[in-house]
C-alpha cells in the first residue's frame, strides 16, 4: 500500500503543476491531457524507485477515461461525469496492477516523509479521490450523508444502538434539509459531512467499529468535501 500511496501523491503533484499548463476547451482533450499529467510524474517516479509495470500503470490512467469517452462521444455523458468518472475508476484499475505486480518490490525509501504518506495511504488516497472538490465546489445530495452512516451501521454490529441513533439524527437532519431554505440546506449539509468527519476521528481514535483504514479514508474525504461546501457557500 505504501507505493500505491507514493504514486497517488506523484500523481497529484502532475495535476497541480502540469495539469495548470494546459486547459483545453474540449472535455475529451482535457481528460486526457489530465490522464498524461497524471502519468508522466508517477511514471519517473516508480522509474526512481525501481518498479516496473510503468506501461501497465500509465494504462490504468488512460483506459478508464477512454472507456467514458465512447459513451461521451455519442452523447450519453457530460464533460463533468467523463473526469469525475476517470478519477474514481482508475483507483481500481491501479490496485489491479499493484495486486498483479505486488512480488516486485523497489528499492525501500527511508525518507520519513515518503514513509509517512506511505503509514497514511487512506488519507492519500481520500485527498486523491476528493481532489476535484476544490476546483469544482460540489454540494452532495443529503442523501449520501445517510448512505456514508449506513456504512457504520453494517460494521457497529458490536454497538447497534449508538450506531442506530447517529443515523436518525442524520435521517432528522436530512428532513430539516429538505424543509429548509436552498441556503440554509446547504449550511446543513456542510454541518452534517463536517459532523461525520469528527464521528470518524472518535472511531479512528478509539480503534474501535470500524478498520482504521476506513474512518482514516472516511474521516479525510468528509472534512475535504465539508470545507469545500462551505468555500462554495460564502
Known amino acids: 500500500m505504501r507505493h500505491g500511496a507514493e504514486m497517488l501523491v506523484a500523481m497529484l503533484a502532475g495535476m497541480a503543476l502540469l495539469g495548470p499548463l494546459w486547459t483545453p476547451e474540449r472535455a475529451d482533450l482535457a481528460a486526457l491531457w489530465m490522464a498524461a499529467s497524471m502519468s508522466v510524474p508517477m511514471a519517473l517516479w516508480m522509474r526512481y524507485r525501481g518498479h516496473g509495470r510503468i506501461a501497465e500503470m500509465c494504462a490504468a490512467m488512460f483506459v478508464p477515461y477512454l472507456v467514458l469517452l465512447v459513451p461521451y462521444w455519442f452523447g450519453l455523458l457530460d464533460g463533468d461525469a467523463v473526469e469525475m468518472g ?27 516523509v515518503i514513509r509517512t504518506l506511505g503509514d497514511h495511504w487512506p488519507a492519500v488516497i481520500a485527498l486523491a479521490v476528493s481532489f476535484d472538490f476544490w476546483q469544482a465546489h460540489v454540494v452532495p445530495p ?93
Do not use: K
Not at 481500481?92 to 496492477?97: E, K, L, R, Y
Not at 468535501?225 to 457557500?233: D, E, K, N, P, S
Open 86 to 112: 476517470g478519477h474514481l475508476l482508475m483507483l481500481p484499475a491501479m490496485a489491479v496492477v499493484l495486486v498483479l505486480g505486488r512480488h516486485e518490490h523497489g528499492t525501500p525509501s527511508t525518507n520519513p
Open 142 to 234: 443529503v442523501w449520501t450523508l445517510l448512505l456514508c452512516q449506513a456504512a457504520y451501521l453494517f460494521w457497529g454490529r458490536r454497538a447497534p444502538r449508538v450506531q442506530l441513533a447517529v443515523f436518525s439524527l442524520y435521517a432528522a437532519l436530512a428532513v430539516a434539509v429538505i424543509m429548509s431554505s436552498p441556503s440554509a440546506g446547504v449550511l446543513l449539509i456542510a454541518f452534517g459531512w463536517g459532523a461525520h468527519a469528527v464521528w470518524d476521528l472518535v472511531h479512528h481514535v478509539r480503534n474501535a467499529v470500524v478498520p482504521r483504514w476506513w474512518s482514516e479514508f472516511c474521516g479525510v474525504f468528509d472534512l475535504v468535501i465539508a470545507v469545500t461546501i462551505l468555500i462554495a457557500w460564502f
